[in-house]
């Protein structure tokens, strides 16, 4: 089967910080904003971050077309507060892959000035290979931070971005006087190397405002992690706010965030998976609707979407069952068959040519993240492809960078001559790539 198509993959973990309470043993059901630091050991915490950081590293090797980097504050969420120092790590360990900054929040800068410079001088260090993520940032990121009024937030967002863009774009020194900032030398050095500047990708959860501004700048969206109606709902009035100004999104303007993880079977992928899921959205994603929205931080119109239209946190997501985060959507999980047919429904529905891989799911293991990983980029991600299986980096620059997508590309229409099997003391020849698994161990059937 081939599906004739042009995805892009993007690796996103969440470096979660594994050994905490669970939410419910604390006193307000949440580990977001207060769980106190005393649960946090450095060298545990230095293994998951190493961990972390190698298993992103690795999706180059896998052929992935980016690995994401992201901004978590206040919890164990995800252990990297700033997405761009994770990012120059990586920039460093890799060579050609694209690095997507899922941040920084602009709002925790006091001048948007400092981000600028970060993100030129990030640029510069990777060789142009950032993409920057523009988020509002969660509510809960409004207690953690400190320092601003979020009824203010949004626009002191649009302003700190509109100074970034000229700083990017324009010559320096220049002065700005805005209703937020107020830099009377704006004089960036060093420049981005791309340009006018990095691409942007908007992560949001369905502000008009927002979709607004991704229209006018052709900005990617980036959805969060929602039901399957509440994608196509948002994904959809993205497009006609796309319309009004004067073109449609195309597919690459639209970044799908999914849950996906691959097994050797159907069942298989429900044993590993399953409690890592609800681990990670019974504690990790889990907040209370008062820390996720401070007052004035959303718009009444998309509070009332969150609330009463089955979107973004309109209910408790600590809750839900294997089968509702699988058939609402949130998750892709299955054998690489399942997983392929999965995909190719999401993106035909959702008309996403973007599509960015939670594939560590909170508290797995790394050898079970890394399983995953190799199958998705063996046997799923060639079928998105064009022939070759190359990413969209190894296109562009072709030096020869032999990845496990293109390795998968190249097995999928012809059998090898042979394959590695092993004789059991009863005399059944058993094939041993997938002898781990009890549903496939006796595949072969053969006898000496």
């Keep these: 089967m081939s599906t004739g198509r042009n995805l892009e993959f993007y690796l996103f973990n969440f470096g979660s910080y594994p050994d905490v309470p669970h939410a419910d043993d604390t006193p307000r059901r949440s580990l977001y904003i207060d769980l106190p630091n005393r649960f946090y050991d450095p060298h545990r915490g230095q293994w998951v971050l190493d961990t972390y950081l190698?298993?992103?590293?690795?999706?180059?090797?896998?052929?992935?077309?980016?690995?994401?980097?992201?901004?978590?504050?206040?919890?164990?969420?995800?252990?990297?507060?700033?997405?761009?120092?994770?990012?120059?790590?990586?920039?460093?360990?890799?060579?050609?892959?694209?690095?997507?900054?899922?941040?920084?929040?602009?709002?925790?800068?006091?001048?948007?000035?400092?981000?600028?410079?970060?993100?030129?001088?990030?640029?510069?260090?990777?060789?142009?290979?950032?993409?920057?993520?523009?988020?509002?940032?969660?509510?809960?990121?409004?207690?953690?931070?400190?320092?601003?009024?979020?009824?203010?937030a949004r626009e002191r967002h649009w302003e700190a971005h509109d100074l970034m863009v000229k700083a990017f774009t324009e010559p320096g020194p220049f002065e700005w006087v805005g209703k937020h900032y107020h830099v009377p030398y704006a004089n960036?050095?060093?420049?981005?190397?791309?340009?006018?500047?990095?691409?942007?990708?908007?992560?949001?959860?369905?502000?008009?405002?927002?979709?607004?501004?991704?229209?006018?700048?052709?900005?990617?969206?980036?959805?969060?992690?929602?039901?399957?109606?509440?994608?196509?709902?948002?994904?959809?009035?993205?497009?006609?706010?796309?319309?009004?100004?004067?073109?449609?999104?195309?597919?690459?303007?639209?970044?799908?965030?999914?849950?996906?993880h691959v097994a050797e079977t159907d069942k298989q992928a429900r044993l590993e998976a399953e409690p890592h899921m609800l681990w990670v959205f019974q504690n990790m994603i889990r907040a209370n609707r008062y820390d996720a929205f401070p007052p004035g931080h959303f718009s009444v119109e998309s509070l009332r979407g969150f609330m009463t239209a089955g979107g973004y946190r309109s209910r408790d997501i600590g809750d839900m069952t294997w089968e509702e985060l699988v058939n609402?959507?949130?998750?892709?999980?299955?054998?690489?068959?399942?997983?392929?047919?999965?995909?190719?429904?999401?993106?035909?529905?959702?008309?996403?040519?973007?599509?960015?891989?939670?594939?560590?799911?909170?508290?797995?293991?790394?050898?079970?993240?890394?399983?995953?990983?190799?199958?998705?980029?063996?046997q799923?991600?060639?079928?998105?492809?064009?022939?070759?299986?190359?990413?969209?980096?190894?296109?562009?620059?072709p030096r020869p960078v032999p990845t496990h997508a293109q390795l998968g590309a190249d097995l999928i229409d012809r059998e090898l001559p042979a394959h590695p099997v092993a004789q059991m003391p009863d005399g059944r020849k058993i094939d041993v790539r997938t002898s781990h698994v009890p549903d496939l161990r006796d595949q072969s059937g053969e006898r000496s």
Excluded at 133 to 138: A, E
Excluded at 202 to 208: L, Q, T
Excluded at 390 to 395: H, K, S, T, V
């Design 328 to 378: 609402e959507g949130w998750a892709v999980m299955g054998s690489p068959d399942t997983v392929i047919e999965q995909l190719e429904d999401v993106v035909d529905d959702l008309g996403a040519g973007r599509v960015v891989v939670i594939a560590d799911n909170g508290a797995m293991p790394n050898w079970m993240i890394r399983k995953s990983m190799t199958l998705m980029a063996e």
């Design 54 to 152: 190698d298993t992103l590293a690795f999706g180059e090797k896998l052929g992935f077309d980016g690995i994401c980097t992201t901004t978590q504050m206040g919890g164990p969420i995800g252990i990297t507060p700033s997405s761009l120092l994770p990012a120059a790590y990586l920039a460093a360990r890799t060579e050609r892959i694209k690095i997507a900054c899922l941040g920084p929040i602009l709002n925790t800068y006091l001048s948007p000035m400092r981000a600028a410079e970060d993100i030129a001088l990030l640029d510069n260090m990777s060789g142009g290979r950032i993409i920057l993520g523009l988020p509002m940032g969660h509510g809960q990121n409004w207690h953690a931070a400190g320092g601003m009024n979020p009824a203010y």
């Design 188 to 260: 960036l050095w060093p420049k981005p190397i791309q340009k006018p500047y990095p691409e942007v990708w908007v992560p949001a959860a369905g502000s008009r405002i927002t979709f607004e501004r991704c229209a006018q700048h052709r900005y990617t969206y980036q959805t969060l992690f929602s039901p399957r109606k509440a994608l196509k709902r948002n994904i959809e009035a993205f497009r006609r706010v796309t319309e009004e100004h004067g073109y449609t999104a195309e597919a690459r303007q639209v970044a799908v965030v999914l849950f996906v």
């Design 380 to 397: 799923v991600i060639p079928r998105f492809r064009p022939p070759g299986g190359a990413p969209i980096w190894a296109r562009e620059d």
